[in-house]
């Protein structure tokens, strides 16, 4: 996830005690256009605006993911609906990349993240490193063939409700380092993806499943979004593939 810089000050009687934590995070916005993280969204935890250092627990390869069980729970609490429509959606209105700080954007934070070995300029741009595309296992070196991909895509997340949120929370939701919501896959992987819900899309290497399962149905639930019924169908199809 990219190593973001914080500052702690605790007053204590008349003294001032500073602690600096961690390092920082991305920068422009990118060619697969996925973005920032202002005030934190309804229905989501203070980190969801995109910032901490939230790291992928052992196994897995996003933050944020929780285990099959709670994602069961969790997918038989999203509400059921039809997919609203498109009306006046523009990827325009979920701003990203953010700025992360040390001249890192969100784009370059979650390469970071998901990259080994990753170098950056001194703009913070990944200029080597190596990465694992999760969703068809294709290994790449150069950052430049790598897009940052949305689980829950953009235009998604508008017609399941996010075309009732402010500028804020889309720009969270677009920018969201704590929750699984962002990740380094290939570009051939993410067009081929587009704004597809699982019933529609499911990654080529079936192996991704769980994790790519348990990332989209934690997202919709922190941010509240809706799912149909074949969509619901597909992700607990997804859920059956994780080792108990």
Not at 97 to 122: F, I, P
């Amino acid at each position: 996830m990219g190593r973001q810089t914080g500052v702690r000050g605790a007053v204590l009687a008349a003294s001032v005690l500073l602690a600096v934590a961690g390092c920082s995070g991305t920068g422009t916005a990118g060619r697969d256009a996925k973005p920032s993280a202002p005030s934190v969204p309804a229905g989501a935890s203070p980190s969801a605006a995109g910032g901490g250092d939230a790291k992928p627990a052992s196994g897995d390869v996003l933050p944020g993911l929780v285990t099959v069980r709670v994602a069961r729970t969790q997918l038989a609490a999203l509400k059921v609906a039809q997919p609203g429509t498109m009306a006046g959606y523009s990827r325009a209105k979920f701003t990203h990349w953010a700025e992360q700080g040390n001249k890192c954007d969100t784009r370059e934070v979650v390469l970071k993240r998901d990259g080994r070995d990753v170098k950056q300029d001194a703009e913070c741009k990944a200029v080597s490193g190596t990465w694992t595309s999760l969703y068809d296992g294709t290994v790449v070196t150069d950052a430049s063939k790598m897009d940052i991909d949305h689980i829950v895509p953009l235009a998604e997340g508008w017609r399941s409700g996010a075309a009732g949120w402010d500028a804020a929370r889309r720009k969270a939701f677009a920018n969201d380092l704590t929750h699984p919501q962002l990740l380094s896959v290939t570009a051939a992987a993410n067009r081929s993806k587009g704004d597809q819900s699982p019933d529609l899309w499911q990654p080529p290497d079936k192996a991704s499943w769980c994790q790519y399962g348990r990332a989209w149905t934690t997202v919709k639930s922190a941010y509240g979004l809706t799912v149909t019924e074949p969509e619901k169908k597909m992700l607990s199809t997804m859920l059956d593939t994780c080792a108990a």
